[in-house]
Every structure is written in C-alpha cells, then in structure tokens.
C-alpha cells in the first residue's frame, strides 16, 4: 500500500523558515517523481515544487522560486522541502504526491507536470503551514 505522510507544518512568522517532510512507503521510491503542492482557502490546489527521484530534476513554481528548495534522501525514502523567508500568502495546507516515471514521464523536463494535480495518483493528508505577518 503506498503511503505518504507529511510533517513539518506549523506556525511562523514572515520571514522565517520551516522544513517540511514527505515520508513514502509502499513502492520503489527511486522510480518515482515527488511533487508539493499546496491549497489555501478559497484557493486551488497549486503545484510548489518537484523532483524526480530517476532523474534528479527539479522544478519550482515562480512564486517560490529561490526560497524553497526541494531535496530527497533515497536512504530513507523522504523527501523534504525546505522553505525560507516565508510569507503570508505561503500559507496553506501542502500536500506531498507520486507518480511513477515511466513512459512519457521518465524525465522530469519541467514545472508543467508538477503543477497537474491529476498527474498524481497517490497522495499524502497534508501538514497546515500557516505564516503570521
């Protein structure tokens, strides 16, 4: 069974960081492309960032460029976002998701596919991010 638990949220001022994490199991995590996403109220479901675990890729969405950075440990099966110099508008719930990296997907050429939530076919509960002003 795949399984994607999230952790790392909380609260914290603008301006601050936090590290958030991606546990996976249930499947070869190596074949896999991890993807955050994020949804605030009122708001849809935005694609934040990815990697491909096949090929190393990353990619980012514009909004979060250069202050969160997206990092996988194969030894243990996490994938973690690091985030920095948090905003207001960074708050949400994030969400970790796969997709095997077979076919048309065996790279992971860019944001376009990260930011598709149907991509995905398994995801995570997600972890509440809030960042006070």
């Known amino acids: 069974e795949v399984q994607l638990v999230e952790s790392g949220g909380g609260l914290v001022q603008a301006g601050g960081s936090l590290r958030l994490s991606c546990a996976a199991s249930g499947f070869i995590f190596a074949d896999y492309a991890i993807a955050w996403f994020r949804r605030a109220p009122g708001k849809q479901r ?4 990815c990697i491909g675990n096949r090929d190393g890729a990353t990619h980012y969405a514009r909004s979060v460029r250069g202050r969160f950075t997206i990092s996988s440990d194969k030894a243990t099966n996490t994938v973690y976002l690091d985030m920095n110099d948090l905003k207001p508008e ?3 719930v994030y969400y970790c998701a796969a ?6 997907l065996q790279t992971l050429q860019n944001m376009a596919v990260c930011a598709t939530p ?8 997600g972890t509440q991010v809030t960042v006070s002003s």
């Open 46 to 49: 935005e694609g934040v960032s």
């Open 90 to 92: 960074d708050t949400a």
């Open 99 to 104: 997709v095997i990296m077979r076919g048309a």
């Open 118 to 125: 149907a991509m995905f076919e398994d995801w995570g509960r």
